[in-house]
């Protein structure tokens, strides 16, 4: 009870003191969310109701993006509401639960891209077998798995850090609740149980990552063994998105972790919490638009029904 005691609120980083540019902030975070928040909506919905994306490669992308709505959920409008009513502070249970939320989303986000990859091994190299495989019930275990793991990884990493005592004050140079910058405010320079976590999260990262990597390699291989260029642009066209989203969130968090610990409160730290909590959760649904003629399709269709939908009544009004 003596971190509880101790501190009992936060304060955040702000982008700026002067009130003209936190209005900015303000601005720009709220295009950044609508935009997310609109991207990822018509991604669930396209597939949702088109019935030719009801396969286990577009399940797992709706679940990819009801993370990534999650995700940037946590963090944005908690900072647009700060610098909208020009205030730092959160509440110590607050920024528990954004902690815990934040980390369960990201946790999710990896694992999931993680499936995906093997399910990209199975449709490419064994073609024949990926309708056993990749079955519904193998889908929704593979799915529940992966918010469970995400879950209990973000309990484990929550509960070790919010166990210590803060005594270094209370400003954490971010502009969400971030565990290495709460680590800072620590009484001792380490602990035991948070230093376990490290170890086994970046043991599990390395595994997922090296697992995506080994299935790349062999879906590489087989694809370069296909006869026909038509097969081997439609195999990579369907892998280009995956890797794309992949490369995007493990460069942009491992920079943002790996990073010296001694840069102190900057510039640089908002901005690499901007890249890896903001950018990947904007972008998936774009890259997935674009590079993907089947979701293209989907969507144009649906901005296509819903427009004509709007003429139709238009018409009926003014008749």
Same mark, same amino acid.
């Given at each position: ?82 610098? /909208?009513?020009? !205030?730092?502070? +959160?509440?110590? @249970?607050? *920024? ?10 990201? #946790? ?83 602990? /035991?149980?948070? !230093?376990?976590? +490290?170890?086994? @999260?970046? *043991? ?10 080994? #299935? ?92 004509? @939908? ?10």
């Amino acid at each position: 009870m003596s971190n509880q005691t101790t501190v009992t609120e936060f304060l955040l980083l702000g982008f700026s003191d002067i009130r003209e540019l936190q209005i900015l902030h303000f601005v720009v975070f709220l295009v950044i969310y609508l935009a997310a928040l609109m991207g990822n909506l018509l991604i669930i919905t396209a597939v949702a109701l088109n019935h030719h994306l009801h396969t286990p490669m577009y399940f797992f992308l709706v679940n990819l993006s009801i993370l990534d709505l999650g995700s940037i959920s946590v963090t944005i409008p908690k900072s647009m509401a700060n610098s /909208l009513m020009n !205030t730092r502070s +959160i509440s110590y @249970s607050g *920024c528990v639960i954004q902690v815990f939320l934040f980390i369960f989303f990201i #946790s999710a986000d990896f694992a999931l891209l993680t499936v995906m990859a093997y399910d990209r091994h199975v449709a490419i190299c064994q073609p024949l077998h990926y309708a056993t495989v990749m079955n519904r019930r193998a889908c929704v275990q593979m799915a529940a798995g992966v918010w469970i793991s995400g879950i209990l990884y973000s309990a484990l990493h929550t509960g070790s850090t919010f166990m210590i005592s803060f005594c270094g004050g209370n400003m954490v140079d971010q502009f969400f609740c971030e565990i290495p910058h709460l680590l800072k405010l620590a009484c001792s320079d380490s602990d /035991l149980n948070e !230093t376990v976590a +490290i170890v086994f @999260s970046a *043991c599990l990262a390395l595994s997922c990552f090296v697992f995506i990597i080994v #299935s790349y390699v062999q879906i590489f291989k087989a694809v370069l063994r296909i006869p026909s260029e038509q097969g081997r642009r439609k195999a990579f066209s369907t892998c280009l998105p995956h890797i794309t989203v992949v490369s995007l969130f493990f460069f942009t968090v491992a920079f943002a972790y790996l990073k010296p610990t001694f840069s102190g409160a900057s510039g640089l730290d908002l901005m690499v919490g901007v890249l890896y909590s903001v950018v990947p959760p904007m972008m998936n649904p774009i890259i997935y638009s674009m590079r993907n003629r089947e979701v293209k399709g989907s969507l144009s269709k649906l901005i296509g029904w819903r427009l004509f @939908s709007k003429n139709k009544m238009s018409i009926c009004l003014h008749l």
